[in-house]
């Protein structure tokens, strides 16, 4: 989830607009089929676990599909959400409650909507394409090691984003971002951090397989750990629709 | 050695040594040049949370609440008109908002257009805005009316139900500062004249405005008052000496008094409160009675021939004595406010104690040398233009010698008549009845609850028994109805919490489906719902745990004792909730405001106690005589009682202003039974007799002694002209005290050394 999310993180100067489209047009593969483990993490108490399935799919006319199935605990096995974003932005969202046995559209232009209760908002986990903001090249800052190039997005709509604007540190070589700043109501503090704590390339693809997330208001903070993780294994389209939402049976055969 | 040693130290104190001009002008120049700079550094802070001890229960609970959920901390604005559903100037809120959200002490704003509506469809659910600013242009502002009222959580909260009204509700980040409250409500101010909406703004309330309102009312009163009661006791003490000189020397010795203490606050860094800031204006008064007494004793050397300095010096030794002791019992009156549990009272009670110290020092130190140098010019014959208190004085202590057991006896039965009224006295804290009922305050909290709901905060806090406490449904379910027993109290216009968000869930996942508006039966399907719950507002009812929650209530009453009233019947209510595994607590505004009623009503009885116990040790020690120092403390608490009394028939509560009264009336009164009673034991160490002893010392002392006290309570009476009621009632209560100890002092103190004096004389014949 952190590839996806930091896929559509990057984004005018010239150089800014074009590194923002590397990290964009980053390979990532034609889908990809994650466990991943889900810490809520809170000073003093014991981390909340959640385990979810994720299945995401990139069509070749630019539609990505994502398919989250939570696994564990048991009181929220099988619920589900389907998020896909059409190649012009547009995004639908549907979500599904096993206790309920109940499909429902839910309002995909939300923004600021905490994503289960985590520190990610709905559009943290969405496609944002490039276009979407104004990029520019702060300049070079070392990160974990790494010269990163710092990249700076503000939004072209202000009313597109729940951010006022986004810093980027992205490693050259991965183009993938090692830490972003995101700034909401101040556009100087941030208000949240996401850093990568982990980095690998399986099949060849530069994947982040741990991140953290935190609040810097509260501290508050959400560790994304990928278990295991396949690419490319030809995920069909009925996998992202609502009736495979509904029905778990239809995507168990796909699980890692 | 050790005894010499200390002998000379208590010669040096008890006979002051005159100083050199030079040295005395340096010290006075030092004192305001360092306190004049250190004045520049004074933080002018009234914030609720300083009357609070960061030990008391309330409080601490209150920092675990905020460490978790948001502050209950809020400026309401109350926009009216016909027109308040038009784009135009649903637009122009929506700005304002977007104004103030970008204000850096500002955590979120609540308006019409900045919430979530949860809503169902057939084949969906949604968590949308209720009005969407950026469509303002679709639809129209009927339908946006009918979309408000149709909302769960709008109607009375941020709309009324006859669609003549909107509020925005702005909430603050924890707060420190009073300026910081101002600030915000300017904020909110400039907000609404630059969106052109200022025409519709018909009221402003909320603790912050409340906050606000109070250091206004305070630094005006300082700025005010402080001058004034300057300028009033110099007035008068140029009425009483009739000579220009001293006048101008009572000023330095003013202004030293004042500007040393309010330095020694901002020294401190403690805040200057509406309690500390009533400081300058009792220290400068009482000043001026120290002064007084001073030039009074001058005058009487002038009258006896003696020419400078050693009128000067001759003069100080006939006051310096009483003087003294008077310092360490007004001291005491002051110091014993620091067993008052609530911080401001306990700085005003050290402050004034060292003010007073200051003020020995100031008037038997730096003012006899400036005596000595520029007091040349002759003194008035007649006396001034209290001549006529000498004859008074003498009066009424002729009246009191003469019907002794009348005079004592009528007193006794006035008292108990009187007890069921001070009785009446209620500990009190409504911070909305320090304004008048015309001030904007009280009319604008007046005219939002009116048109909306009661602008206290109070929280129902309950913890479970772990992690999740809050994902069972039956627990949720009981929790539920006891909100709803809570909501249907007449005091509770409002209350929110989880279920209610859980409750429109449900609904809404149900195609709004009103059967389903109630929470689930399943714990499966609960931990669905909160699992997808994307909104801001459950986590500021529920923490991240689900082990603690809580239920937001707005509340109609001010007062703490009405919102105790209300405490007690939830907590009534709560007793009847079978699940022993929840803790439950009250909290917020309306629980701190409850608790400081105990310890207004504690730290009165402390602070009295310990008034009572230093001021009689100080009489013992001074006389060293029991019966004296009983007599001498009688007339002392007459006035506190009738204070009380006072108190007690017109329903002025005890509160942060009034439980200052007690300390300072007696530590001030007995200041007098001191001059009088050293005069009378003097006078009957020579072998006098009691009557006549007690005659002299009343003309030799009376005319001082009336002359002060209608000069304090000249002064403690301009401050009742205050709108402020604490200034006011301060002011009223100190000088009806001050002045009932004056008639205490000269009727009942002859009459009780008279009715001494017989029952010695019978007690020794009855020996013999």
């Known amino acids: 989830m952190s590839g996806f999310l930091l896929a559509g993180a ?87 409650l096993p206790a309920m046995q109940r499909v429902r559209r839910v309002d995909s ?8 209760n985590s520190d990610y908002y709905y559009e943290d986990l969405r496609d944002r394409k490039p276009s979407m903001d104004e990029h520019r090249l702060l300049g070079r800052e070392v990160v974990d090691g790494v010269e990163c190039d710092v990249l700076e997005s503000i939004p072209v709509e202000a009313g597109n984003s729940v951010y006022k604007r986004r810093v980027s540190w992205i490693d050259p070589a991965s183009h993938l971002p090692l830490r972003i700043d995101f700034f909401e109501k101040d556009p100087q503090a941030p208000s949240k951090r996401l850093r990568v704590e982990r980095r690998e390339q399986v099949q060849g693809y530069w994947t982040v397989m741990d991140s953290t997330l935190t609040d810097l208001g509260s501290g508050h903070q959400t560790r994304l750990t990928v278990r295991s993780i396949a690419y490319d294994r030809s995920l069909p389209e009925r996998l992202f629709s609502s009736k495979a939402l509904e029905d778990e049976r239809m995507e168990r055969e796909f699980r890692p | 050695m050790l005894r010499s040693w200390l002998q000379r130290i208590l010669l040096r104190v008890t006979q002051p040594q005159l100083l050199r001009r030079r040295p005395a002008m340096a010290i006075i120049l030092i004192i305001h040049l360092i306190c004049g700079a250190l004045l520049l550094r004074l933080e002018l802070n009234n914030a609720p949370e300083l009357y609070f001890p960061s030990d008391a229960p309330a409080t601490v609970l209150e920092r675990e609440l905020r460490a978790e959920f948001p502050n209950d901390e809020i400026l309401i604005a109350l926009f009216e008109g016909d027109d308040l559903y038009s784009s135009e100037v649903l637009g122009a809120l929506d700005r304002v908002a977007g104004r103030m959200e970008a204000h850096p002490d500002v955590d979120r704003v609540f308006s019409v257009t900045r919430v979530d509506h949860i809503a169902g469809s057939a084949d969906g659910f949604v968590v949308e805005p209720l009005i969407d600013p950026e469509r303002l242009d679709e639809g129209t502002a009927d339908e946006r009316l009918q979309r408000v009222l149709a909302d769960r959580f709008m109607p009375g909260w941020l709309a009324s139900r006859d669609g003549k009204v909107l509020a925005l509700v702005v909430r603050t980040h924890k707060l420190q500062e009073s300026r910081q409250r101002q600030s915000v409500e300017q904020a909110l101010y400039d907000a609404v004249g ?47 000496v009739g000579r220009i000189v001293p006048i101008v020397i009572g000023a330095v010795a003013m202004s030293t008094v004042v500007i040393a203490c309010v330095g020694l606050i901002a020294a401190l860094g403690l805040p200057y409160t509406l309690v500390t800031a009533m400081i300058p204006t009792l220290l400068s008064a009482y000043t001026v009675g120290n002064l007084l007494h001073l030039y009074a004793a001058l005058k009487r050397m002038r009258d006896a021939g003696f020419r400078r300095p050693k009128r000067v010096v001759f003069a100080l030794q006939s006051v310096h004595s009483p003087a ?96 069921p009224l001070a009785l009446k006295v209620q500990a009190e804290s409504d911070l909305l009845k320090f304004f008048t009922a015309s001030h904007p305050l009280t009319q604008s909290t007046d005219r939002v609850e009116r048109t909306l709901v009661g602008v206290t905060a109070l929280e129902i806090v309950i913890d479970g028994p772990g992690r999740d406490a809050f994902k069972d449904a039956k627990r949720l379910q009981a929790i539920k ?13 409002r209350s929110l919490s989880m279920m209610d968000i859980v409750e ?85 505004y309306g629980r701190l405001f409850a608790d400081q009623e105990d310890l207004l009503v504690v730290g009165q009885l402390h602070s009295f106690l ?8 100080i009489m013992f020690l001074l006389w060293r005589s029991l019966p004296a120092a009983v007599i001498g403390m009688i007339p002392n608490l007459a006035p506190l009682f009738f204070v009380f009394t006072l108190m007690g028939g017109t329903g ?88 009932a100890g004056q008639l205490m002092e000269l009727l009942m103190l002859p009459a009780l050394l008279v009715l001494w004096g017989r029952f010695r004389t019978r007690h020794r014949f009855l020996s013999a």
């Open chain 2, 610 to 617: 310990g008034a009572f116990g230093q001021i009689f040790l």
């Open chain 2, 194 to 240: 630059e969106e052109a909406v200022d025409e519709r703004l018909t009221a402003v309330a909320g603790t912050v405005a409340l906050d606000a309102a109070q250091l206004c009312s305070m630094v005006r009163d300082t700025l005010v008052f402080t001058p004034l009661v300057m300028g009033l006791g110099l007035a008068l003490l140029y009425w009483v």
């Open chain 1, 109 to 116: 232009n939300r923004k600021g909507g905490r994503f289960v």
């Open chain 2, 324 to 419: 003294m002791f008077n310092v360490l019992t007004t001291a005491a009156g002051m110091i014993s406010l620091v067993l008052v549990p609530i911080p401001p009272i306990q700085v005003f009670g050290a402050i004034s104690a060292v003010g007073v110290v200051v003020i020995y020092f100031v008037v038997f130190y730096l003012v006899p040398p400036l005596l000595v140098k520029y007091d040349r010019g002759p003194w008035p014959k007649s006396g001034g233009g209290f001549a006529w208190t000498k004859r008074i004085s003498y009066a009424f202590a002729s009246f009191g010698m003469r019907r002794a057991g009348w005079v004592v006896g009528g007193a006794v039965v006035l008292a108990v008549a009187a007890i």
């Open chain 2, 504 to 588: 429109e869930m449900h609904w809404a996942f149900n195609e709004e489906d009103e059967a389903f508006r109630r929470l689930p039966d399943d714990d499966r399907l609960l931990s669905q719902l909160l699992l997808i719950y994307d909104g801001r507002d459950l986590q500021e009812l529920v923490n991240n745990e689900y082990q603690r929650m809580r239920i937001l209530l707005n509340v109609n009453v001010h007062g703490a004792n009405e919102i105790q009233g209300v405490i007690d019947r939830i907590e009534a209510l709560i007793a009847t909730v079978d699940d022993p595994a929840l803790k439950w607590e009250l909290a917020g």
């Open chain 1, 10 to 96: 990057a984004m005018a100067d010239e150089a800014g607009m074009a590194l923002a489209q590397r990290v964009y047009d980053r390979l990532d593969g034609d889908d990809a089929t994650s466990a991943v483990t889900m810490a809520l993490v809170e000073e003093g108490r014991s981390p909340r676990l959640r385990s979810m399935l994720l299945y995401r799919r990139s069509a070749p006319e630019g539609e990505v599909s994502t398919l989250i199935r939570f696994t564990e605990p048991a009181d929220i096995e099988g619920t589900g959400l389907l998020t896909i974003d059409a190649a012009d932005g547009a995004s639908n969202q549907w979500i599904y």
């Open chain 2, 652 to 739: 002025i509560p005890l509160d942060m202003a009034t439980v200052l009264i007690a300390g300072v009336v007696l530590g001030i009164t007995v200041d007098d039974t001191i001059h009088l009673f050293h005069n009378y034991l003097a006078r009957r160490e020579q072998g006098r007799s009691v009557v006549f002893s007690v005659a002299r010392s009343f003309e030799a002392s009376g005319r001082a002694v009336v002359a002060i006290s209608l000069l304090l309570v000249s002064q403690f009476l301009l401050l009742g002209t205050s709108s402020f009621v604490p200034t006011s009632n301060f002011g009223l209560l100190t000088a009806t005290g001050l002045l």
């Open chain 2, 481 to 493: 109805a006891l909100q709803m027993q809570v909501e249907a109290l007449p005091e509770v216009d």
